[in-house]
């Protein structure tokens, strides 16, 4: 900004640069009650930012009213929600449309200037919002945001130009961005802000050095004492020095004894203001400690006070010797005041952040003890309950100890590394053994040796085996939670663990499969060899047929080869492709905070937020985006057998054939208008032509959606589907649960943009293939490794979606691809369901097409509604063990440097999809076993 670098350059006596420090949560709520209470929010205050409620602590706009002054406001409505009674005059403009740019700013240009020249108010604000809009909804590098920056730019040239010597300005941040934009948690990014101060007076040293660093709650007593009214009640900032100091005639040398920010002249007058402010903080946190009753230390409160007298003792004897131009004297005595004040500001940032330990482990044991439930049920659902309660006991007394010895405060992170590395060193150990067993591998023979190496190793061949590495691959997943570092690249982590089992049940599929068809071959060769003796007649012609059956045995053994051959690649191409899908979608990673060599890139964002929508490679990768949007419900079309098409009804056939493709149609129209018109053109969609087509999209899903659940096939076709005319019993119930997918897909694809439409398809992809595998090769014996394989899936899309779990990385900005006008009412309740679709796309997919893993499959042993409640406790009993763990550890590291940056909001996501999960899998089972199609389920 031109006129800023001007400013300071030209009138250093006028003008002051801060760095202004907010405390986290750094969203709009929580700093606007800093800045006006002087308090410290709390993450949990992060609840109230797009539902804000009216503060009742006291704060400046009530000590301001109190003392008979006007306030006068323009800008975002959130403070008519925080301070509805408080505010003379107000002009307020909705907020939450992050896509709306200019109305609020606009707004405030449009009333500034009038208002300050009626010289009627004593305080006022103006509360600007686009550049905060431009970086949610395009990010801080878009061509947007220098517009913005110059149209601001302008506005303080000319507001600064109209004041009086009786006006002081504030220019100020109420929080930072991340590299996308974003903000809410506590990266340095977020927290750091700039303030800039100025005057027409001459109230600055000129010879001010390099910009000092404040925190955002100085702010609350710098401006109660200008104005002159009492500092609110529950402040814990301190002023800002610079403003109070009388400004030195010439350079002051630098004294090594003053606090940064003494450079100017210390006056009794300051000296009282710092004891205002003192005794101010003083009285609170006494208040407070009887309140609270031992929150803070005793030691820490006696050092207060001794702090405190000591700054009064100087005061008092700088006072009685009327040694008022003492300058060493009145600084030593600021000193004592500013240390008191820093050091209590420490002390509650410190200890505030209470936990109730008896609560969490009686929280962390109902959790242990509803995964123990979970298993013991679905073991039992699948049969083997009564062989395996002595295992689960076991298990159960194994897990009872490790919870005892976390509880009590033993090394646990010790005994996880000795866990990890155990198992590492197991992996490894087995991997050498193989390898110096089978030195030499011909290429010919390369598909039989595999077959062998499948066969001979146990963990391989049995489907015990398999479960036993997937059950360890699960376990590794959850143990990594306990570690910081695992936990911020937990997404390469998912991607490594999903391609070791995919590499696993590869060979195990291989090897399960080869021997099926040696056992087929023999069964045949018997055939031939009987029907071979029965049909021989006399000594020569049995001769020839010992000669040629000779030949064919060599013959037979080439056949054998070629098959081998031939179901080698028949397994490896899906699995392979599965494995090349898992190791592309890392390139859709999003970059977050404290990620060391990271860089964000451009192929998850919308088209419209490119700062070059007509590059090749921008319309490349939106014509993909495009095609793959419209070709997967064109694709669900042509998949479904015209015998299982014929047995929908009516209205379903309507919108499977014309429905779901013109809504993938209409998807990509959205995105082309908003891309082109303002991402291109630059200019603005009308709101109503914005939603329009969104919304069509979303009502033809939802349309879709509902008539599978009350309508889903014609009544009239059962008696033709009893005679065996028509598809076995499975394929109804699967033709409807992928036509309640498809109708979600799309318009979560949607609210997600054009950017990660193919990371979306990607992740449909990789389940159909794997649907598809399990389904040819007939692999209900692994279905405990499927069901772990299907969990690590969702969870690495939701990473694959450019997802994180911090603050920052929610897309509010997602809640206005259907959302007109203001948040409120409806319209709250509308932009929280589609946030949710956005951040939870992948949870909610496979959660609600996990009964597709006994549809496909051909286990005819058992009822299918007792497959559908053990495949469901299976799914939910990973998440749960997931949810436990996640609890355990951010219990564990409750006091460690990064539990509000990593810990807990990797716990508050986690509860998110567990909660998320439990619901879609309880809705789709109650969809199959109570819906409609219950009567093809109960066959």
């Known amino acids: 900004m031109p006129f800023i670098r001007d400013l300071l350059k030209e009138q250093p006596q006028h003008a002051r640069i801060f760095k202004l420090i907010a405390d986290p949560p ?3 709520m929580q700093r606007l009650k800093a800045l006006t209470t002087g308090s410290l929010p709390t993450f949990i205050d992060i609840s109230s930012n797009f539902n804000s409620h009216e503060i009742l602590e006291d704060n400046l706009l009530h000590q301001a009213k109190a003392s008979g002054r006007n306030v006068t406001f323009m800008g975002d409505d959130t403070w008519l929600g925080l301070y509805p009674r408080l505010l003379t005059k107000a002009f307020d403009y909705p907020s939450l449309n992050v896509k709306d740019l200019h109305t609020v700013d606009n707004g405030v240009v449009a009333n500034l200037l009038p208002e300050l020249r009626k010289y009627d108010a004593d305080f006022v604000v103006g509360h600007f919002l686009g550049v905060d809009h431009v970086g949610h909804t395009y990010g801080p590098s878009h061509p947007s945001m220098a517009e913005k920056l110059m149209q601001l730019n302008d506005v303080l ?14 220019v100020l941040g109420d929080h930072g961005m991340t590299e996308t934009g974003d903000h809410g948690g506590e990266g340095q990014l977020e927290t750091d802000a700039g303030l800039l101060v100025y005057s027409k007076r001459s109230i600055f040293d000129p010879w001010q050095g390099p910009p000092r660093s404040i925190h955002q709650i100085d702010l609350v007593p710098t401006t109660a004492m200008l104005i002159g009214m009492p500092i609110p009640y529950s402040n814990l900032g301190m002023v800002i020095p610079e403003v109070f100091l009388a400004p030195p005639p010439t350079k002051p040398p630098p004294s090594p004894n003053a606090p940064s920010g003494f450079e100017g002249r210390v006056t009794v007058n300051f000296l009282d203001i710092l ?18 009753g031992g929150d803070f230390p005793t030691s820490l409160l006696d050092a207060l006070e001794t702090q405190l007298a000591r700054a009064h003792e100087l005061h008092s004897s700088l006072r009685a010797r009327h040694l008022h131009d003492d300058q060493a004297g009145l600084t030593a005595t600021a000193s004592a005041y500013v240390r008191y004040m820093e050091l209590s500001r420490m002390m509650c940032q410190g200890v505030w952040a209470k936990f109730d330990d008896g609560t969490i482990n009686r929280g962390m044991l109902v959790l242990f003890v509803a995964l123990c439930f979970n298993i013991f049920v679905s073991l039992l659902g699948s049969g083997a309950g009564v062989q395996s309660v002595g295992s689960l006991v076991a298990v159960g007394l194994v897990s009872v100890a490790i919870v005892v010895l976390m509880l009590v405060g033993t090394d646990v992170e010790l005994l996880v590394s000795l866990a990890f590395y155990s198992v590492i060193f197991c992996i490894l150990l087995l991997a050498w053994s193989t390898v110096c067993s089978r030195p030499r591998l011909h290429l010919r023979e390369f598909p039989i040796r595999l077959q062998k190496l499948a066969s001979s190793v146990p963990l391989l061949s049995s489907s015990t085996g398999v479960h036993l590495v997937a059950l360890a691959a699960a376990l590794l997943h959850c143990v990594s939670l306990f570690s910081n570092s695992f936990i911020l ?8 663990l999903l391609q070791s089992l995919l590499a ?8 399960t499969v080869a021997s099926r068809d040696r056992m087929v071959t023999s069964r045949d060769r018997m055939v031939t060899s009987r029907d071979g003796t029965e049909t021989s007649r006399n000594g020569t012609e049995a001769s020839r047929d010992g000669t040629e059956a000779s030949r064919d045995g060599v013959e037979t053994s080439r056949d054998g080869t070629l098959r081998s051959s031939k179901l080698l690649l028949e397994v490896l191409l899906p699995f392979l492709s599965l494995g090349t899908i898992v190791r592309v979608a890392k390139v859709f990673f999003s970059c977050r905070d404290l990620q060391v060599g990271c860089t964000d890139t451009t192929l998850s964002s919308p088209l419209s937020a490119l700062p070059n929508p007509l590059a090749p490679s921008s319309v490349i990768r939106f014509t993909l985006s495009c095609v793959l949007t419209c070709a997967l419900p064109l694709c669900l079309v042509r998949s479904i057998p015209e015998a299982s098409l014929g047995c929908l009804s009516l209205p379903l056939r309507l919108l499977v054939r014309f429905g779901l493709p013109l809504a993938g149609l209409g998807t990509c129209a959205s995105w082309a208008l908003e891309g082109l018109l303002q991402g291109v053109l630059g200019v603005a969609l009308p709101t109503w032509g914005r939603v329009l087509l969104p919304r069509a999209v979303c009502v033809l899903c939802a349309g879709t959606a509902f008539v599978c659940l009350v309508n889903p096939y014609d009544a009239s076709k059962m008696v033709a589907w009893k005679d065996a005319l028509h598809p076995s019993p499975r394929a109804i119930p699967a033709v409807v649960l992928i036509v309640v997918i498809t109708s979600l897909w799309i318009p979560i694809t949607l609210v997600l943009n054009d950017g990660v439409a193919l990371p979306s398809a990607l992740m449909v992809i990789q389940a159909g293939l794997l649907l598809w595998a399990f389904t040819k090769w007939d692999l209900q014996g692994t279905r405990w490794a499927l069901v772990i394989v299907w969990g690590l899936m969702s969870c690495q899309s939701f990473y694959c979606l450019g997802h994180t779990p911090t603050v920052t990385s929610l897309r509010f900005e997602a809640a206005f691809t259907v959302v007109d006008g203001d948040i409120s009412g409806l319209n709250l309740l509308t932009a929280g369901v589609v946030v949710a679709l956005n951040t939870l796309a992948s949870q909610i997919l496979f959660a609600v097409g996990l009964p597709l893993l006994v549809l496909f499959g051909r286990d005819h042993t058992e009822p299918l509604s007792d497959q559908l409640l053990a495949i469901s406790l299976q799914y939910t009993a990973f998440h749960s063990l997931k949810m436990m763990v996640t609890v355990f550890a951010a219990s564990l590291h409750r006091r460690h440097l990064m539990i509000w940056g990593v810990f807990s909001p990797r716990f508050m996501y986690e509860g998110a999809f567990q909660a998320t999960t439990d619901l879609c899998v309880l809705f789709v089972y109650a969809l199959l076993t109570m819906g409609p199609v219950r009567y093809f389920i109960a066959r």
Request: aromatic share 16%; charged share 20%; proline share 0%.
């Open 157 to 170: 040239r000319s507001t600064f130009a109209s004041l009086d010597e009786d006006t002081i300005v504030f």
């Open 489 to 496: 690249y937990e997404g390469d982590t998912l991607s490594f």
């Open 275 to 292: 004891a205002n402010n003192s005794e101010q903080i003083r009285t609170y946190l006494s208040a407070y400690e009887q309140y609270a």
């Open 504 to 511: 696993m049940l590869t060979l195990h599929t291989f090897g």
């Open 26 to 28: 750094t969203t709009t």
